[in-house]
């Protein structure tokens, strides 16, 4: 009969301190969580389309022999300055030479022929027949003449502008065939800058407009020059269309082949802005939270532009609304906040 009395006793106590145990919980409750908040600032967003360029010459050209035949004299070297019509190779022209001199004698002696004929036919010895043979057969002297010339500048390797040589790959003595390369002549003076954009940005694109660029033998140094040329037509499986920009190369420092990468200022504006942590997101939407009356947070939808250091551009926050940056993963729409900095308030 103790025993039994002594566990009722014990169960009723701990019945008691079960209930006190249940009504201390409810009343701790989870405080709101610790957030902070800041009003929208205005912001200069800069809309800059970034590409990647290839680096071409001014002017390139590989010139390449029309004849058969045996390299006389190499007048050039590795890289070296040229000027225009500087001779840069002579391929044997012993026959041509011959040849023009014989087509030379012939033309002096068709000529004089026919300074006598003519002067017979004044006196009227001679008839108009007489005449036009021998001026035919002075202008067909001439036309070999020309013929040989035009042989031995076949021969005569000339730079067809100012520029610089290749690398030389062929030495005296050897015979080089028709339409095998002797020489590449580049004018480097200015940059060709081939580069695509995508369609998106064609609007913002015009001849005249300023570019900057950066070679990666050069870190940190930009290259400014200029767009020339806008392709008319767009390639259909890039949806990109291809510009050129010229680009001043003083020193020759910037070879062709070389790859650039390219900024290309469309617009700047002043807007809204917002730390990019603030934007949280839900499919294709996207939303901030502002701190609303009663210190509660509240969703709001926006719309969303440029991104420059950290802040992106938005649209739709209310006027003078307190948007959440800090400890945003932690909040829901209609939950009361603690606003850091308010007394004895902490950073989140």
């Keep these: 009969m103790i025993g039994r009395t002594i566990r009722i006793a014990t169960l009723a106590g701990l019945a008691i301190l079960a209930g006190c145990g249940s009504g201390d919980a409810k009343k701790k409750k989870n405080p709101p969580p610790l957030v902070s908040a800041k009003p929208v600032e205005r912001h200069r967003f800069v809309n800059i389309i970034d590409a990647v360029g290839t680096a071409k010459a001014n002017e390139q050209v590989t010139i390449a022999s029309s004849v058969t035949e045996r390299v006389d004299r190499v007048l050039f070297d590795d890289g070296m300055a040229v000027r225009k019509g500087q001779l840069l190779a002579m391929l044997s022209q012993g026959q041509e030479g011959a040849a023009l001199n014989g087509a030379l004698a012939a033309e ?73 390369p002797l020489v590449t002549v580049s004018d480097i003076t200015r940059i060709k800058l081939d580069f695509t954009v995508p369609e998106t940005g064609l609007s913002g694109l015009k001849a005249g407009q300023s570019i900057q660029a950066i070679a990666a033998a050069f870190p940190g140094e930009v290259f400014d020059g200029t767009i020339r040329t806008i392709d008319p037509v767009i390639d259909p499986s890039s949806r990109a269309v291809l510009v050129r920009a010229i680009l001043p190369n003083p020193g020759a420092r910037l070879k062709p082949g070389m790859l650039l990468s390219v900024k290309v200022q469309l617009s700047e504006r002043i807007s809204d802005a917002v730390p990019e942590l603030a934007v949280t997101g839900e499919g294709a939407a996207r939303f901030v939270y502002v701190v609303g009356p009663g210190g509660k947070a509240k969703q709001v939808e926006i719309k969303t532009g440029l991104r420059d250091g950290g802040l992106i551009e938005v649209l739709g926050v209310p006027p003078k609304s307190k948007v959440i940056v800090e400890g945003v993963v932690k909040v829901v729409d209609g939950m009361k906040v603690r606003l850091a900095g308010a007394k004895g308030m902490k950073r989140p």
Excluded at 113 to 120: F, G, H
Excluded at 139 to 151: I, M, P
Excluded at 152 to 164: C, E, K, L, S, V
């Design 108 to 180: 002096q002696q068709a000529a004089s022929q026919y300074q006598r004929i003519r002067a017979i036919h004044d006196r009227g010895f001679a008839t108009k027949a007489q005449l036009d043979v021998q001026l035919a057969a002075m202008e067909s002297a001439r036309a070999a003449a020309a013929e040989a010339r035009a042989q031995i500048g076949d021969r005569m390797i000339r730079a067809p502008f100012a520029g610089y040589t290749g690398l030389r790959n062929i030495s005296a003595g050897a015979v080089v065939s028709a339409g095998m």
